[in-house]
């Protein structure tokens, strides 16, 4: 049986700010096989980002990784030291950020910025980290690429930066992709094609894909797994059909009812009561207990993470039946 | 690109013609011309000679079209002191106040922009924050004072600089620079430091801004996740975004520069036009003083000018012709 | 160099009550000791030059009281006719520096100061009228003031003094026409931003009188970056006049600011004799370090965009 493409197990990632102790990924863990998607949901402030950049290395102060492992192939990452994360970033692990037109810079051409991802990590002439810039814009639906590449950033729509910064992720053929709400700042057109070539990008290509989001219609379409997260917490976990069909986190119901294409037209649309808790000051037990409807005394103190069935985690005293 | 540009040229002409109207304006209408024009010791009939030459008697719009032919043919009247065409005092006296201005402003770059970045990308460190504090000394410092000091300091404690006048010059293409020779440039960096030290500061605080603004955005964290060295993410893409404003701002500080050179050159005896200006001002040798504002407005202008083109090159987005996508 | 910034911890808790604006401002001003450290210098410098009359050891400028004999003594020296002692030296006149620069400082603050409000006024008053009333009063009330920030204050003010000549008034007038522009623009986009709002259409519709919209609300809102701006401009008018005077082309002679002290003892910098153009030199920077410390903290304070 070959290894998981990536295994997280435990992490830990806490920002030591002077109001506190801020526990942004708190026990995360999950893995991601080769060529498959995972989907990673919550609302904002639930860590899910957070975890994104810790994989990738890009936690700075007055951030830090205090726990758990990271294995890419096998290869453990928490104990890097910063020459190689720049080597692995980039090349074997690449990240699409969700603002395409901050994420590319505003000054410098299209073809710079493509050229210079390339010959970060590769030895080659110019021309030739071109040729593959070109192949890469082809393979993300971009017609014409020369034209696109000696552009600015500006002179495009969002849609096709956002292709542009896919083709960016992709050129140096990675094993993995951190996507962060990739199409949040789309049209829904857009998005859509986007979602549907990411999707065939990554079953050619055998790459893996971590999907992060807030809307759980978007995992529908596109995720074999999802992780549901909540204050930095992953509550529920396991194959998207599984969990979207059968929920057992209250949390994860609330979420799903409160989808609008869930809603019975006329009502008023069903919302988890509350907000989301500071991570600076959670409490000492489950950290939806003040807006769960089926908190019990026992959600006083911290669950655990458990094997709820094959291949499902649950994070909860008091599941849905 | 040439479209700008020569519409921009257009604006700058524009502006010239406004500023010699003003000029004229104060001289003509105001004063009294002949009053200011003429030389004090001349007795009555070689003022209404002068009056005549000068077209009083004619309309004043007629004046102007008078005074603007003669100003463009270089003629501003002789300067009572010296008694040789005011432009030509002027113009003689032009390289070193530009050699000085630019020193200046060369020093405040090569110092600023490094500090600037420094004190950016650290800014809690100590040596960061020693920089900023002396940047608010920087500016607060007097000019004048602080070249009072430097002499005090380098010149009557340690001798080891000059503490006034320019050194050997050297010609190039015709005009007289002292920093080629080893004489000129030890008497020219008291100077240049003393003038350069403002906008030093200014630059370190600005470039600090920018600094710290930039590194927030998300194309510097795209970059790192690229995988890209350092180096890159500062020196390509953090400073050709920050450039854009310091440039700007180098471009017009540039005149200001040139202005402030007026203290400088008393101070240090530096031989050149702000000198010549303050002299002037004192012994009321005003042909000197219509002469020198001219050329400055001219010189401001054409900066000003110089600034736009070099902004249009360096953002992209500002050029006509690249217009945004929907 | 954080490249993921962590999520702002929320507070929790009751809010705070609503506390008066100027006393946010003051505690929060108090949080910075070094601004706190340049309040207290600039209240020195005040309280010395109000006081100068009373407690500098010698009237510099009563003829009768120097004594020529006693020029150019370096500090510490002894006076030879009286018990006197020449704390910081004299100068060419036999002039106490001490003294000199505490009159020097009155005069210097004087001129700073009057010049800054009359700006200040004349700024509060175009900036008001261009935002209020908009269309070509606007376009050219900024196209001057554009303008004339395109020129260096020292180069307009220059012009002006060797138009105008010699004199208190005239450097007053000086200081006030370079500065003015300043004022009308910072007041003009502060209020040109409140006039959008919707509370002053509102406040026409009513047809309350223009004045009362004016006063009541679009100054209000203008203040914050006003206070900044002016405390920014009373140093640069103190450092502009203290160089037109070192230039010969401010002050008379029988008002000298710390600016002419330092022109008259230029000449004598050479010959080793510093301190005559040192010390005044060294008040006249620590008042201004003192007001643009105390004008970065209030900018800090007062700028909206770094208020969380």
Redesign the interface.
């Known amino acids: 049986m070959t290894s998981p493409l990536l295994e997280v197990d435990g992490l830990r990632m806490h920002f030591f700010t002077r109001a506190g102790v801020v526990k942004a990924v708190d026990d995360v863990s999950f893995t991601l096989e080769r060529g498959r998607v995972l989907g990673l949901v919550g609302e904002s402030g639930s860590g899910k980002s957070m975890t994104g950049y810790s994989i990738l290395g890009l936690v700075d102060a007055p951030g830090r990784i205090v726990a758990g492992r990271i294995l890419l192939d096998g290869r453990e990452l928490t104990t890097l030291d910063a020459a190689a994360w720049r080597r692995l970033r980039g090349d074997r692990i690449a990240m699409i950020f969700q603002d395409p037109m901050m994420t590319l810079n505003p000054v410098l051409r299209i073809d710079t910025q493509m050229v210079e991802a390339v010959r970060a990590h590769h030895a080659v002439s110019r021309e030739s980290a071109l040729a593959r810039c070109r192949e890469a814009l082809v393979r993300v639906g971009i017609p014409a690429p020369d034209e696109r590449l000696r552009g600015y950033p500006h002179q495009f729509s969002g849609g096709m930066r956002q292709r542009v910064a896919i083709a960016i992720a992709l050129v140096n053929k990675p094993d993995l992709i951190i996507a962060d709400e990739p199409t949040t700042a789309l049209d829904v057109t857009i998005q859509g094609q986007i979602l549907f070539e990411m999707q065939r990008l990554c079953s050619e290509s055998g790459t893996g894909l971590i999907w992060i989001t807030h809307d759980l219609s978007v995992i529908a379409g596109l995720a074999d797994d999802v992780c549901v997260m909540y204050a930095g917490r992953i509550v529920e976990s396991g194959s998207v059909d599984d969990v979207l069909e059968r929920p057992l986190h209250p949390y994860t119901r609330g979420l799903l009812d409160s989808l609008p294409s869930r809603n019975v037209p006329g009502r008023p649309l069903a919302q988890i009561p509350g907000m989301t808790p500071s991570l600076a000051n959670l409490g000492p037990g489950c950290a939806f207990q003040q807006r769960c409807n089926r908190a019990a005394a026992a959600c006083a103190a911290a669950p655990e993470r458990r094997v709820a069935a094959p291949g499902r985690t649950l994070r909860c005293f008091n599941p849905l039946p | 690109m040439l479209a700008y540009a020569i519409r921009r040229l257009g604006q700058s002409a524009f502006v010239l013609v406004v500023m010699s109207f003003l000029v004229f304006i104060?001289v003509f209408a105001i004063?009294n011309p002949v009053e200011l024009l003429v030389n004090p010791q001349a007795d009555q009939e070689e003022r209404d000679r002068a009056a005549a030459a000068l077209g009083l008697d004619q309309p004043l719009a007629a004046q102007y079209g008078t005074f603007l032919k003669r100003a463009a043919s270089g003629d501003l009247g002789r300067s009572f002191v010296y008694n040789v065409p005011a432009i030509r005092l002027i113009l003689e006296r032009l390289p070193a106040t530009m050699e000085l201005a630019l020193a200046a402003t060369l020093l405040a770059v090569l110092m600023g922009i490094p500090l600037g970045l420094y004190a950016g990308?650290?800014p809690d460190s100590p040596f960061a924050r020693g920089i900023m504090a002396g940047s608010?000394?920087g500016?607060?410092?007097?000019?004048?004072?602080v070249g009072?000091?430097l002499?005090?300091v380098f010149?009557?404690q340690l001798g080891w600089l000059p503490?006034n006048g320019r050194g050997e010059t050297v010609d190039v293409l015709g005009v007289p620079v002292s920093f080629l020779t080893r004489d000129g440039l030890a008497h020219l960096l008291m100077p240049a430091l003393n003038l350069a030290l403002f906008k030093l500061s200014l630059l370190v605080r600005l470039t600090r801004a920018g600094t710290r603004e930039a590194?927030?955005?998300?194309?510097?964290?795209?970059?790192?996740?690229?995988?890209?060295?350092m180096r890159?993410v500062i020196g390509?893409?953090v400073l050709?975004?920050i450039l854009?404003p310091i440039v700007t701002v180098i471009g017009?500080e540039l005149?200001?520069v040139?202005?402030?050179a007026?203290?400088t050159e008393?101070?240090f005896a530096w031989p050149g036009t702000g000198k010549l200006?303050?002299d002037s001002?004192?012994q009321l040798d005003r042909p000197v003083?219509v002469a020198y504002?001219l050329v400055?407005v001219t010189i401001?202008i054409a900066i000003?000018f110089l600034v736009d083109v070099v902004y249009s090159v360096?953002?992209?987005?500002v050029r006509p012709g690249?217009?945004?996508?929907? | 160099m954080g490249v993921v910034a962590g999520p702002a911890p929320v507070a929790s808790g009751p809010a705070a009550d609503v506390e008066s604006p100027w006393r946010r401002v003051a505690s929060e001003f108090v949080r910075s000791r070094l601004a706190v450290a340049g309040l207290a210098l600039l209240a020195i410098a005040v309280v010395l030059a109000l006081a100068a009359p009373w407690i500098s050891p010698q009237n510099p400028y009563d003829l009768a009281q120097l004594d020529v004999m006693d020029s150019k003594l370096p500090p510490g020296s002894a006076a030879s006719s009286t018990s006197r002692t020449y704390w910081l030296g004299t100068d060419d006149q036999g002039r106490d520096m001490l003294s000199g620069i505490l009159y020097g400082l009155r005069i210097s603050l004087t001129v700073g100061v009057t010049s800054t409000v009359i700006a200040l006024a004349i700024g509060l008053a175009l900036g008001l009228t261009a935002a209020y009333f908009g269309g070509w009063a606007d376009a050219a009330i900024m196209r001057l003031a554009d303008i004339q920030l395109s020129f260096p204050s020292i180069l307009i003010a220059l012009i002006l003094l060797a138009i105008l000549g010699q004199g208190v008034d005239k450097i007053i007038v000086a200081l006030v026409t370079v500065q003015w522009a300043y004022y009308a623009r910072t007041v003009r986009s502060a209020a040109m931003v409140e006039r959008q709002k919707e509370y002053v259409e509102a406040a026409r519709a009513l047809a309350l009188s223009r004045m009362r919209i004016v006063l009541r609300h679009l100054l209000p809102n203008c203040l914050p970056p006003l206070i900044v701006v002016a405390t920014v401009q009373v140093a640069h008018a103190i450092s502009l006049e203290a160089t037109l005077s070192f230039l010969g082309l401010g002050l008379p002679i029988t008002e000298p600011s710390l600016g002419l002290l330092i022109a008259n003892g230029y000449q004598y910098l050479l010959s080793g004799k510093y301190w005559i153009s040192f010390y005044p030199g060294v008040a006249l920077l620590l008042t201004i370090v003192a007001i643009n410390l105390v004008a970065d903290q209030l900018r800090d304070i007062l700028n909206p965009r770094l208020r969380k």
Do not use: E
């Open positions: 104060g004063g990308l650290k608010i000394l500016f607060s410092l007097p000019t004048f004072w009072l000091v002499i005090m010149s009557v503490p590194v927030l955005q998300d194309y510097v964290k795209f970059a790192r996740a690229k995988g890209l060295p890159r390509v893409h050709k975004n854009v017009l005149g200001s040139i202005a402030f007026i203290v008393s101070i200006l303050i001002i004192n003083i504002l400055i401001f000003n360096l953002d992209p987005r690249t217009a945004a996508a929907h």
